[in-house]
């Protein structure tokens, strides 16, 4: 990734406007706090209330059963240098949960009402020169959710002090009104509190943003660096979406704010590897289902070349800490005009999304959708930023009589079911539509019962386990290879964003409210949604999706279970077009992928029931898009899976029964931004993960470092990510997360 640095005459015109600039003080790091009337303790900044636990066993599966409902308070002091002819300060939250209020040595300077929105305060009137006393409350006691929210301040917090008069925040605006091969007009505003400023100056040969060539170019205002891409983008109703005029198929991904054993507290090194991880999936879109992302996040999706959805609500009720008696339109369109300004010189954001999944306004729905609410939002968004299109995400067409709801949005997303077809159609014109939720397939991490499921929705009852087979999703969802084929299907569609890239805290469908009266004790803490779970390592989903998405490498992927009694089943997943399977060194013989294109894809209301997968015409599908074998020999010990493409070898997969465990193996997965990824594996003397092992393993760290949580992708395990020391394995496996401390070398050791 490249950076390049404006030409120095531009650069000298952008400095003029205080000599010294903004001075911007990081306020990370450590406060003190309390929670609940509690004593103080110290704490690291970003910081999560809740997620050391607790988990209540039959709290809330929904929001994780873990502690987030409360009140807390933080404090630090900062030193301030306050210049002597006046000048300005002012302090930046990237995000607190819930409701923040902040105090300035006893003065209140600020808060704001939506915890997934930064914002900033001015704190001229309350600073003095020297050591200050910083309090911050928060309450998450009126915030709803429908997932995991975290608690306290979880985003960075700055202190930006300038000599006279600094940049108002948000009213940076980057925009390349004009742009050729040869050159791009870059114009830029900004106010201070003595008005409005622009300037306009050309870079020559500019390279345009694209997923290949995430070029960034950098201006600098007062001091202070801004980044921005030159490229353009719209979505179409007949072509679906482009980018500086090329058709780009958006294969996409949504994404919780959480970071599973980190919980909501922000660390820039997880958000990275999770991105590295989609990355190598095929993903090139991800959806920030439903809020704010952290800032931090756009700028690694800047960096490295993914298109954003970027979401500013689920719901505009009390998932958006919207109080009934607050006013709807004036809440939503002040973080609506929020958001924009935060973000609109990202060149990764592609797309305001103003919510999901919002019913039509009615006598029982008040905080509903109507086509006035949806018009004053899309307008509020565009005075702010003229550029990008507007859309929501959406489901049931059918609650929607009035089709000229979505008349002022750009493109709406639909969620689930080929429920984009039918709007695509809302005449009098068609419309730009994509799948903004597909699949809601489920899975665990390397379960499998005895035989793959025969029905999307046969769910093992004995054990909250989903099989790793990938023939299951919720009612109301399809097997991934469905989504694939109605998208190959409909040219016009922009593309799919898979629900969900990552496992995330709460909402453990189906062992929740799917299955019928599944007493809380039984249910789970976390999704069977992700393709990758909690833990960051992939599941089998992953690599059905990478063998049709990743177009650069070659993909050769063995689902099958050959431990305890096994099963007759093998599934290959591979971009070839081809595969053989050989079992204890006998083939299986050589299957090819289907070419057929006249699959049904309409099962949404009515699904075949069937015995066994291979008898069921909903899995008809699946001949196209994965390579199935049904008589793996019992107590095969090594299957190895051969793949060609244009009748050439492009790679081969062994999967081996593992043997007696021998040792505990710790490697390296990476070390991104200051944390250490390591992973945890119980192996046989050959090296192969021991699937079933789930004994609990210690953990000790040598060298500069300090584990900061642990985890191990089970949606339904109860030890604390924050106990450090140990943790039980999962499917022969777990993950110990350490934050660099000082340079040196830094090992683990697991026993
Ligand atoms: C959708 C919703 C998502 C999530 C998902 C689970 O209806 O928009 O937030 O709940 O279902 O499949």
């Not at 106010?191 to 500019?206: I, L, Q, W, Y």
């Not at 949806?374 to 609650?399: I, K, Q």
């Not at 431990?563 to 299986?588: I, K, Q």
Request: with cysteine.
């Amino acid at each position: 990734m490249k950076i390049l640095l404006m030409a120095a005459v531009a650069l000298a015109s952008f400095a003029v406007i205080a000599a010294s600039g903004e001075r911007v003080t990081s306020l990370d790091g450590e406060w003190q706090f309390a929670r609940d009337g509690g004593a103080y303790t110290k704490v690291t900044v970003p910081h999560d209330w809740a997620i050391a636990g607790p988990f209540k066993k039959d709290g809330s599966s929904a929001t994780g059963k873990l502690p987030w409902k409360g009140a807390g308070i933080y404090r630090r002091t900062f030193t301030a240098s306050v210049p002597k002819d006046g000048g300005a300060e002012r302090l930046e939250f990237d995000g607190v949960m819930a409701r923040p209020e902040v105090f300035v040595n006893g003065i209140k300077v600020g808060g704001w009402d939506y915890g997934y929105m930064g914002f900033s305060c001015d704190i001229s009137g309350a600073v003095r020169d020297g050591e200050n006393e910083l309090e911050v409350r928060a309450s998450t006691l009126e915030h709803g959710s429908r997932w995991y929210p975290g608690g306290g301040i979880y985003r960075s917090v700055r202190l930006v002090e300038c000599a006279c008069g600094y940049t108002l925040p948000g009213t940076v605006l980057i925009t390349t009104p004009d742009v050729t091969r040869d050159a791009a007009t870059v114009h830029v505003e900004w106010r201070t509190a003595d008005g409005r400023h622009e300037k306009s100056f050309v870079v020559s040969n500019p390279v345009l943003w694209s997923p290949e060539t995430p070029q960034l170019y950098e201006v600098e205002v007062n001091g202070r660096t801004y980044r921005y891409g030159v490229r353009t983008c719209r979505f179409t109703a007949d072509d679906g979406f482009h980018l500086n005029g090329r058709r780009y198929q958006l294969k996409g991904a949504n994404l919780h704010a959480d970071l599973g054993p980190l919980g909501m507290a922000f660390h820039k090194g997880a958000a990275r590897r999770q991105l590295e991880i989609l990355k190598d999936m095929g993903v090139n879109a991800i959806r920030t289902a439903h809020n704010p992302p952290d800032p931090q996040f756009l700028d690694l999706c800047d960096e490295m070349g993914f298109f954003v959805w970027d979401e500013c609500f689920d719901k505009w009720n009390d998932t958006a800490s919207r109080r009934a008696d607050e006013n709807l339109e004036e809440y939503v369109t002040r973080n609506l005009r929020a958001l924009v300004r935060r973000d609109r010189n990202h060149p990764s954001v592609i797309c305001w999304s103003i919510s999901n999944e919002i019913a039509p306004a009615g006598d029982k729905n008040l905080d509903g959708q109507t086509r006035a609410r949806v018009a004053a939002f899309a307008a509020a968004v565009r005075a702010l930023d003229p550029t990008r299109p507007v859309g929501s995400g959406n489901c049931h067409p059918e609650w929607f009589r009035d089709r000229t709801v979505f008349d002022a949005l750009d493109v709406t997303g639909w969620n689930y079911s080929h429920s984009y077809a039918e709007v695509h159609g809302w005449g009098p014109q068609p419309r730009a539509v994509v799948v903004t939720e597909s699949a809601a397939a489920v899975s665990s991490s390397g379960w499998y019962g005895d035989f793959p499921p025969a029905n999307k929705y046969d769910f093992a009852t004995n054990v909250t386990e989903v099989s790793s087979f990938d023939n299951n999703a919720v009612p109301y969802g399809d097997i991934p290879d469905i989504e694939f084929e109605r998208i190959a299907r409909d040219g016009f569609c922009a593309g799919e964003f898979v629900w969900t890239g990552f496992d995330y805290l709460g909402e453990p469908s189906p062992y929740d409210y799917v299955i019928k009266g599944l007493e809380p004790a039984r249910q789970s803490r976390s999704s069977y949604f992700g393709c990758v779970d909690l833990a960051g390592f992939p599941k089998n989903r992953f690599w059905l999706y990478r063998s049709h998405w990743n177009k650069k490498d070659h993909t050769v992927h063995i689902v099958a279970n050959l431990g305890g009694g096994g099963s007759r089943a093998a599934w290959v997943y591979t971009d070839g077009e081809e595969a053989e399977l050989f079992a204890d060194g006998r083939s299986l013989g050589r299957r090819r992928k289907a070419a057929a294109d006249d699959y049904s894809l309409d099962f949404m209301r009515v699904w075949p029931r069937r015995e066994t997968c291979e008898e069921n015409p909903y899995y008809a599908i699946c001949d196209k898009y994965r390579l199935r074998w049904f008589d793996v020999p019992a107590g095969t010990k090594e299957l190895v899976a051969v793949s060609y493409k244009g009748g050439r070898e492009i790679g081969r997969a062994v999967k081996r029964a593992a043997g007696r465990p021998v040792r505990i193996e710790s490697k390296l997965e990476r070390e991104r931004d200051g944390l250490l990824f390591f992973n945890i594996a119980r192996v046989d003397a050959s090296g192969t993960v021991v699937e079933d092992a789930s004994e609990i393993v210690s953990f000790s760290v040598k060298g500069p470092g300090r584990i900061i949580a642990v985890g191990n992708g089970d949606a339904r395990g109860y030890a604390s990510f924050k106990a450090t020391d140990s943790h039980p394995l999962y499917c022969g496996r777990a993950l110990v997360i350490v934050r660099r401390e000082g340079a040196g070398e830094i090992s683990l050791t697991s026993e």
